[in-house]
Every structure is written in structure tokens, then in C-alpha cells.
């Protein structure tokens, strides 16, 4: 048997990482992992790109940094077209669920209004994935009283598995996609010609 494609291999690892760990997580702590862990994939793909660094020590995404906020990530990534607008969407849901559960002192749950309907926007976003992974799931007999023949929605996830469980499976697809990203992406070329950094390496 053939070695899986480290492609491959990434896109499993991605969402392997984010699944496994919330999976006994409290509300609370499945949406601030998520997005700690979304935010350094996202982290990942924009340090890659930029060009590398040389003798400098300079972290300009590290917390505190010019553009280590999570937000400014999401924002600097979408206008350099390293992730699509449907991605950019849903990592931006995530950072406003991450700073309601974070920042509000108040008891929040997956059934308090407005977290309900971020949640339900990111799976409305990501409803594509979603039928498709209740398509393999129901085909492997892993989600009982649903047949074949039954036109999958989201609505069948949700009470398969719960808003806080398929918003885990959710956040691991969208890791999945930030994985795959990383693994495509090369590094940015300068603008510059004889620039002696001009030169294909990671950062």
C-alpha cells in the first residue's frame, strides 16, 4: 500500500487536531479552542506567504503585533486572496463567538439566542460540507434511523448530533480547509526586480 499523500495527510491532521480536542470541551471552551485553533492554522498560512524572514527578529503575528489579532488576520488574508470569502465569513463568526464566550460575563450556552443564530449562520455557510459528512456518516450505518435514500440536510446533523457537537465537526472542516491552504501556498514573490530575497522559501 502506497504512503497517503502528505495533502492528504494534512487534511486529516487538521481536522483530527480541532475534533479530538473539544470533543469533552464545555460550551465555553469548544468555542475559545475552536477559534485558538483556527487562529493559528489561519496564522500559519498568512507567515508562509509573507516574504522571509532574514536576520530580523520581528513577529509581526504574534499577540500584541501589528497584525496579531485574529480579526486583522481574517481581514489581511482576505484582501491578499489566501482565503475565500465563504472562509473569511465563517473564521470572522467564529472570532465573534470566541469574544461573546470570552468576553461577556454572563453565562452563555449553545442555546442562548444569539450564539444559536451565529452558530446556525456558520452552518448555513458550511451547509455543502455538512450534508456531505452526514452522507459518509449515515453510508458507514454511524447515524442510526436515517436510510440512504433520505435527502440529507443540516437539520438531520443537528439532531444527529447537536448544535455543540456539529459546531466541533464544523470548526475541524474549516481547519481542514486552512490545512490545505497552508500545504498549496507559496511563498509571495517581490515586486522588485534583482531583489536578491526574490526567492521561493517558507517564511
Do not use: Y
Request: charged share 20%; with cysteine.
Amino acid at each position: 500500500m502506497k504512503p497517503p499523500h502528505p495533502r492528504n495527510v494534512a487534511m486529516g491532521e487538521g481536522f483530527k487536531a480541532v475534533a479530538e480536542s473539544l470533543n469533552k470541551e464545555s460550551d465555553r471552551g469548544t468555542v475559545v479552542l475552536a477559534a485558538a485553533w483556527l487562529d493559528e492554522s489561519l496564522t500559519k498560512i498568512i507567515a508562509k506567504f509573507l516574504r522571509p524572514l532574514t536576520q530580523s527578529k520581528e513577529n509581526l503575528l504574534k499577540a500584541g503585533q501589528p497584525i496579531g489579532d485574529f480579526g486583522t488576520k481574517i481581514i489581511l488574508a482576505n484582501r491578499l486572496s489566501l482565503i475565500t470569502p465563504n472562509l473569511t465569513s465563517s473564521l470572522t463568526l467564529c472570532r465573534k463567538l470566541r469574544n461573546d464566550f470570552a468576553h461577556l460575563s454572563s453565562d452563555l450556552s449553545f442555546e442562548t439566542p444569539h450564539v444559536k443564530d451565529r452558530v446556525n449562520e456558520l452552518f448555513n455557510l458550511n451547509e455543502d460540507l455538512i450534508i456531505a459528512m452526514g452522507k459518509s456518516l449515515i453510508s458507514a450505518g454511524l447515524i442510526a434511523g436515517i436510510d440512504g435514500s433520505t435527502k440529507i440536510t443540516a437539520d438531520h446533523m443537528m439532531e444527529a448530533f447537536g448544535p455543540k457537537r456539529l459546531f466541533q465537526f464544523t470548526c475541524g472542516f474549516i481547519n481542514t480547509g486552512l490545512a490545505i491552504i497552508e500545504f498549496d501556498i507559496s511563498p509571495c514573490q517581490s515586486q522588485f526586480k534583482g531583489d536578491s530575497n526574490n526567492k521561493t522559501a517558507t517564511a
